[in-house]
């Protein structure tokens, strides 16, 4: 069964600190995605980034970046030089590719972690 | 850009009472979700389509049911609404059943039952 898991719940950071949002996640399957969603107040998620399982290369989107590491099942993302409007619940989730349930795959999605940055 | 809306943003019903909220999506994607959002529970997903007609149940859908007739419109019932109902339901479409596929999202209804 596949898992996804976010310890920290809540992270308070001071603007232009960095902050690290850690996902950890558990799955046989050899070939999976991993994605982060953002969550703003306003309650729409958003897609952030989707990553293979065969693509170990880190991203970088700006302030955004992304460390993908098998070896340890993880899948962090990292805001450099926050900013107020970083404030948000952040999802990482993970769909497998293994044989589907109807026309769908699964995603499971962690319990989301709220970053408030304050001013 | 797709868009996924959804009927209302907040909605307030009594304990027995039928809801039906109501989700559009304007890019013709295949798939469409229902999620409710809890506090330390994450998404949780009641029922999914992936096509006109046809449903899935997914993780937690008892006490709720589904209608698609159309493509683009995914609706979801509560034939009695409780208060353990009362939540944040979140609609999604996604292009096709790929793992790949992001989905996207509406920006989510606040039902409280009373």
């Known amino acids: 069964a596949q898992k996804v898991t976010q310890a920290q719940t809540e992270i308070s950071v001071v603007e232009k600190e960095d902050v690290t949002l850690d996902c950890v996640y558990e799955?046989?399957?050899?070939?999976?995605?991993l994605f982060w969603y953002k969550q703003p107040p306003s309650g729409e998620l958003v897609f952030l980034i989707r990553r293979n399982s065969f693509d170990e290369q880190n991203e970088i989107s700006g302030r955004y970046s992304w460390n993908f590491q098998k070896s340890t099942s993880s899948f962090n993302f990292t805001i450099t030089a926050s900013q107020v409007v970083d404030s948000a619940v952040y999802f990482c989730?993970?769909?497998?590719?293994?044989?589907?349930?109807?026309?769908?795959?699964?995603?499971?999605f962690g319990i989301g972690t709220k970053l408030q940055v304050i001013p | 850009d797709v868009k996924v809306t959804q009927s209302s943003r907040y909605l307030v019903k009594r304990t027995g009472e039928k809801v039906f909220l109501e989700c559009v999506q304007d890019?013709?994607?295949?798939?469409m979700f229902w999620y409710r959002q809890d506090p330390g529970l994450g998404l949780r997903l009641i029922y999914f389509?992936?096509?006109?007609?046809?449903?899935e149940k997914g993780d937690i859908p008892e006490g709720y049911s589904v209608s698609r007739e159309k493509k683009e419109r995914f609706s979801l019932i509560l034939e009695s609404a409780s208060t353990n109902q009362t939540s944040m339901y979140l609609c999604?479409?996604?292009?096709?059943?790929?793992?790949?596929?992001?989905?996207?999202f509406g920006p989510g209804t606040r039902l409280t039952v009373l």
């Open positions: 799955t046989r399957d050899t070939t999976y995605y």
């Open positions: 890019m013709d994607h295949e798939n």
């Open positions: 999604a479409s996604s292009l096709s059943g790929n793992s790949y596929n992001e989905q996207f």
């Open positions: 989730a993970l769909s497998e590719a293994g044989p589907r349930s109807g026309g769908y795959q699964k995603v499971t």
């Open positions: 389509s992936y096509d006109v007609k046809m449903k």
